[in-house]
C-alpha cells in the first residue's frame, strides 16, 4: 500500500514538472512571438557619412526594412561595411526603439600614398589600404622602398619581415609629424636604406636620421636647422648623430 502511494506521487511530480516546462515553453515562444511582431525595423538612419551617400552604406550593410531590430548580428554588419567601404574607420549600430536602427558612422582620410608594384595606394593614418589612384591627393607624402604583401582595399598594409618595422617607424613619423602641422612639408619618403630613414622636405631637402631615433626630437632639430637657413638654400640635413645636426648644401 505505501509503495502504491509512493509511485502515486512520484506520477504527480513528474506530471507537475512536465506542465510548468510546457508552461515555461509557450511563454518563451510568446515572448519570442511578440518580440518579432512588436519590434521589426521599419526605419534605417544613417549619419556621419561625406564620401559615401546613405544608400551606399545601407546597401553595404545588407540591411533592409522589415528584419527584426534585436535578431540581427551587429558585428556581421559592421565587418561587411569595412569590407565595401574601405574609407569608414568605425561603425556604431544602435536601436531606436520601437523601430528604427541607427548606424552611424566615422569616414576616415588618406595621410600617404604607398609606391608598390607599379601602384599607388592611398593609406589611413591607422595603415588601411584604401584604393588605387594615378595622383597623390594635395598634402599627401609618397612613401617608396618596400613592397605591399597581397594589397586590397580595406586590407591593412603589409611589407613582411625588416620593412614591417620600418613601414610602423614611418607610420609614427607621419602621426607626429601631422601633430607639429609638418607633415604637409615632407614629400618622398624612401624606406629601403638599412641605416637611416630619409624623406624630402619642402621641396628643398632631403632628411635622414636612424630608424631608432626619437621621432619627436628629430623633427624640432630639423624645424629647428631649417629656421636658421635661408629660403633659397637647398641640400641636406643628416641628423643621424644625437645632439648633432648637419646640413650639406646642394
Not at 601602384?119 to 612613401?143: A, F, M, R
Request: charged share 25%; glycine share 6%; aromatic share 10%.
Amino acid at each position: 500500500m505505501a509503495r502504491t502511494r509512493r509511485n502515486r506521487r512520484r506520477r504527480r511530480g513528474r506530471f507537475s514538472f512536465l506542465l510548468k516546462l510546457f508552461a515555461f515553453l509557450v511563454a518563451v515562444a510568446a515572448i519570442v512571438a511578440a518580440v518579432t511582431l512588436f519590434f521589426r525595423m521599419d526605419h534605417i538612419v544613417v549619419s556621419g557619412n561625406t564620401r559615401y551617400s546613405e544608400q551606399e552604406v545601407l546597401d553595404a550593410s545588407g540591411l533592409q526594412t522589415g528584419s527584426n531590430l534585436y535578431f540581427l548580428n551587429k558585428f556581421g554588419v559592421k565587418e561587411t561595411i569595412f569590407a565595401q567601404l574601405p574609407y569608414v574607420e568605425e561603425v556604431k549600430i544602435n536601436r531606436k526603439l520601437p523601430d528604427t536602427l541607427l548606424i552611424e558612422v566615422r569616414e576616415c582620410k588618406a595621410v600617404a600614398g604607398i609606391e608598390s608594384a607599379g601602384e599607388i595606394w592611398l593609406i589611413s593614418e591607422q595603415g588601411k589600404l584604401l584604393e588605387v589612384v594615378d595622383t597623390l591627393p594635395e598634402g599627401c607624402p609618397l612613401i617608396t622602398g618596400g613592397t605591399l604583401i597581397e594589397p586590397a582595399a580595406s586590407r591593412q598594409m603589409d611589407f613582411g619581415g625588416e620593412a614591417a618595422y620600418r613601414s610602423g617607424v614611418v607610420m609614427s613619423l607621419l602621426r607626429i609629424a601631422a601633430e607639429r602641422d609638418m607633415c604637409k612639408h615632407i614629400g618622398t619618403i624612401d624606406m629601403s636604406d638599412d641605416t637611416a630613414l630619409s624623406f624630402t622636405y619642402l621641396d628643398r631637402f632631403t632628411v635622414r636620421f636612424p630608424w631608432t631615433a626619437d621621432l619627436s626630437y628629430k623633427l624640432e632639430s630639423l624645424s629647428t636647422v631649417v629656421d636658421y637657413l635661408e629660403n633659397n638654400e637647398t641640400g641636406r640635413i643628416d641628423l643621424m648623430t644625437d645632439g648633432k645636426a648637419s646640413f650639406i648644401p646642394a
